[in-house]
Structure formats: C-alpha cells, structure tokens
C-alpha cells in the first residue's frame, strides 16, 4: 500500500477540518490524527527526523546524496480540509478507466459531477477518477498534495542513483482558515525556497496570488421599544442590510474573474442595537486594495449619515500579499518548475490565483515560495475530484524539481 493514490485514500477518509472560530493552534485537535500517520509513514520511508510538534505541524528531511552544495528546497501542503462542506466520514469512491459523461455520486445522487460544467474531465478519458459518495467533500485539496510528496520521498529515497539536494518537508494544520503559517518555525526549518503542493490542473504552476485583507464593521445603533420608537430608533440590523444592498454588483466573486478583484460580505450578526459584519477584500496590487476598502467604506459613511445617532468602526486587517512581488526575485523558482513539468510530461501553464496559499505568506516571511498543482478540482465542494493519473504526474514532476537543483546548483 505505497503508490500515491493508496496514500491519498488513507488520507482522506481522517477528518481534518478547522475551525476558524477556535483560538487554539492547531484549530481543531483531530488534524494532529493525521499529522502522527504522516509522521509513521514518513519515518517508514527513512526520514528518521519526522516529527509532528505541539502546534500540529509535521516536519521531515530527505538528506542530500550530493557532495557539492544544493540550496535546500522544502515541499509544503497542508493537512486541514475547508469548512464550506463536511469532511466528517468521507467515502471515496473511484471510477476506472473514465468513459466520459456525467459522474453521479452515489451517496447523493441529485450531486453529479457534470461534464459540461467541468472542462477538465475531458482530458481524464481512460483515467481513474476519485471522488467522494456526494455527502462530503473529498479533501483533494490538499491531501493530494500531501500524497505526492510522501510518495516522491519514498521514491528519492529507495533510489539513491537520483541525485538531489537537502529537501525539507512542511506539512501545516489550518491553512482553510489562514493560520497556516502562524506558528511555523523557519529556522527549523532551514529551508531557502520552497514549492507548496496545492495546486489544480495538472502542468500548472502559480507564482502569483491575491493580495487580501479583511475588514471588521461594527455598528452600533439605537435601540428603543418599537412603540415609542418614532423618529428615534436607528435598527443596527436595517443599516447592516443597507451596506450589504449598497455593494456593487459588479466587483463581487461571482461576476469576477481574471486579474479583476473584489469586496466580499463572509458574515454577518446583528440585533437592534449593533450589527457586525465581515468582508474579504481581494486584488493582485496593493493599489487595487486599497481602492476598494476605500469604496467600502465610503458606502459605510454613506449609509451611517442617515442615522447620525448611531456610529460605527472600520477595522482594516492585513492577511497575505501577492507572493509574485517576492517571486520575481528568484526566477529559478518558476524555471526550475517548468523544466520539471516539462520533462514529467506535460506543457507548463504559469498562471495566477484568484485566492491565496501557504506560499503567499511563507515568501514575506522570508522563504520564496511558488505553488504547483496538485491534480484536484472543484475544491471545497461535495463535487470534489482527482485522478490517480494526475496525482502520479505531480510525484514525477517533484522528482525531477529535486534533480533539477542539483544539476544546476
């Protein structure tokens, strides 16, 4: 039980989602269940330093067999699944050798993972696709990546002719909720460029991400018995709706794409009294960001002047930033990825994401990291799916990044 797809399949079915609302590290306990099989696995292989430590992470280290100086590259995924859909009691489910056509998934047959609606099944005829019953997510994302990596180690080491550098192993808890690098030690670490395994499309490879902040709005308003509330009550919960109906359509995710961003409502809760409400801002420049909280909150000021007894505050908090501000300055990175893609098999596509991973913030922390896919699709949903094909791809395309550091170093 060593190929890529065994490992993926005992990884899945641990439940590891966080918990953006626990304020511990790890966010839920149940992703260290995970990081102890990773660890016993990795150790199996020969990694006699993996270890999982307090916070949940799980560190490891493949040793050079070269006798000149490799710089040290860590591969990185992450063990938490997201929180849009359960990840309790995940079935997989694989269908060999792929007709074509629609995927119904048997756990809930009114899901079906349609082949007009998603375009990359076209090129998996004749692959072996897994899936969940329908009832959870898959968790591909990101135990795919955790996967490929754990089979290309085993691989690098039971095969000692392939000469390669140090190469360091990160495996982080809570990275759904963007904590996963909060409590990472880099000097442990001791890596100097890095590569995360989260990724889609096989042959992709991203060195360019959001830059993202959150925003905090709270409202206090004027709350008073409803029968003597003329002309003084101000409801908390009509000014929050009032914010919410005044965003414009046009700069929302879902009439984006591209390179253009968005503002983004994630929650709210609200009483008479006082409201609060929770945004995501998103661009690829620092300029675009700024635009937009600024167009936020002037709808904010627009609005609260309406109701000049009640007030509020605007709380702008930093999250990651565009990882290709960092990147652009180690272009063996993205050439050295490219390379490998190209001699796994496939033509590289250099793309962007409409979102954020590990790298964004591990390269402003002062480890340049690029991002290479990992095989999965329609992430953080009960249509969840990955090809055993595509997951063996990225495990070649990680043993030849390893050889290319060293030839070239």
Known sequence: ???????????????????????????????????????????????????????????????????????????????????????????????RNYAGGDIRLVGDPQRIIRFDEHPALKDQIGNDIITSDGTTLLGADDKAGLAEIVAAAQYLVANPQVRHGTIKLLFTPDEEIGRGVDKVDLQKLGAQFAYTVDGETAGHIEDETFSADGVEVHIQGVAIHPGFALGRMENAIKIAGAIIDRLPKSIAPETTAGRDGFIHPTGISAAMEKASLGFIIRDFNEAGLAEKEAMLEGIVKDVMATYPGSSYTFTVKHQYRNMKTILDGHPQIVDYAVEAIHRAGMEPVRGSIRGGTDGSRLSFMGLPCANLFAGGHAFHSPLEWVSRQDMEKAVKTLVELAKIWAERA
């Open 1 to 95: 039980m060593t190929t890529v797809t065994d490992r993926f399949l005992r990884y899945v079915v641990v439940d590891t989602q966080s918990d953006a609302n626990s304020a511990t590290h790890p966010s839920t306990a149940k992703q260290k269940n995970l990081g102890r099989i990773l660890v016993e696995e990795l150790l199996a292989i020969g990694l006699s330093d993996a270890h999982l430590d307090e916070y949940g992470y799980v560190y490891a280290t493949i040793p050079s067999n070269v006798e000149r100086p490799v710089p040290v590259i860590c591969f990185c995924s992450h063990m938490d699944t997201a929180t849009d859909f359960t990840g309790t009691n995940v079935k997989p489910q694989i269908v």
